[in-house]
Every structure is written in structure tokens, then in C-alpha cells.
């Protein structure tokens, strides 16, 4: 029996770990939907950037990626040239990675109270964009 409980809890943790992994990859190829008004992507190009405002419909972006962020490719700069064409306005919101600040979070709940939708936000994996949304949506600042 407890042979069996600690297969069972090594497969549970493995699939677990699996899951978790695998999250910040699915992030990188695509955006995650927050809500009907609000999607976050990972680790952005200009061609992917392109290509997500032109299939998604996204009328407004927040970068919250630094641009002088290690492993950053392309700058908020290159990033508005592009939106700019397709009349999307962006905002460049920075925040630093696991250092989401309650500064931060009112100021992005003003962003999304004011922007027009759908916003897409950019950081490098999706989670500090989905955090500033997450704990902005938990304190009721958002406007839905």
C-alpha cells in the first residue's frame, strides 16, 4: 500500500510539474484570454506582434515588459511602429518580473478603465500581465 500511495503521489507531482512547465510555453505561441476584454502574451517578436493584432482585433496594448529586460528582442519603439499602422494605441507600462507593486496595479486598473478593448498586454511569459489584472479585478478596481 504505501508502495502504491508514493507511485501515486510521484506521478501526481510529475503531471503537476508537467502542467506547470508546459504553461510558460503555451504563453509564449499565443495570448491567454483574462476575460472577454483582455488577453497577455509572452515573449514577443515583431511578426508575432503583427500577427496577434491582426487576428485577435486587440485595439489597445500595455507593454509591461521593460525594454532593457535580459532576453527582451524587441523594444516598446518597434512594437508601437507596428501597432501604429494597424491604429492600435500602446501604452508602455514597465513593471518589473515578481515585483508587482500596488503603484503598478492602480495605474494599470486606470489603463483599463480608460483604453479601448480588447487590450492585449505583453511581459515575457504572460504572468506579471496576468497579476497586474488579476489583483486589480480582486481589489474591484476594474470597470466591467
Request: hydrophobic share 50%; proline share 10%; glycine share 0%.
Given at each position: 500500500w504505501t508502495c502504491w500511495m508514493t507511485k501515486f503521489s510521484l506521478q501526481s507531482l510529475l503531471l503537476s510539474l508537467l502542467f506547470f512547465c508546459?504553461?510558460?510555453?503555451?504563453?509564449?505561441?499565443?495570448?491567454i484570454v483574462l476575460n472577454e476584454k483582455v488577453s497577455a502574451a509572452g515573449q514577443m517578436t515583431a511578426e508575432k506582434f503583427a500577427l496577434l493584432l491582426k487576428q485577435q482585433g486587440f485595439k489597445s496594448v500595455i507593454v509591461n515588459r521593460p525594454d532593457q529586460e535580459q532576453g527582451n528582442s524587441v523594444t516598446v519603439g518597434q512594437l508601437r511602429s507596428i501597432a501604429e499602422k494597424a491604429q492600435v494605441s500602446v501604452i508602455y507600462q514597465p513593471v518589473t518580473g515578481g515585483k508587482v507593486s500596488q503603484t503598478d496595479v492602480a495605474e494599470f486598473a486606470k489603463y483599463y478603465n480608460e483604453l479601448p478593448k480588447p487590450i492585449l498586454m505583453v511581459c515575457r511569459s504572460g504572468a506579471r500581465s496576468s497579476a497586474l489584472f488579476n489583483q486589480a479585478k480582486a481589489q474591484g478596481l476594474l470597470n466591467e
Open positions: 508546459a504553461a510558460p510555453a503555451m504563453a509564449q505561441d499565443s495570448s
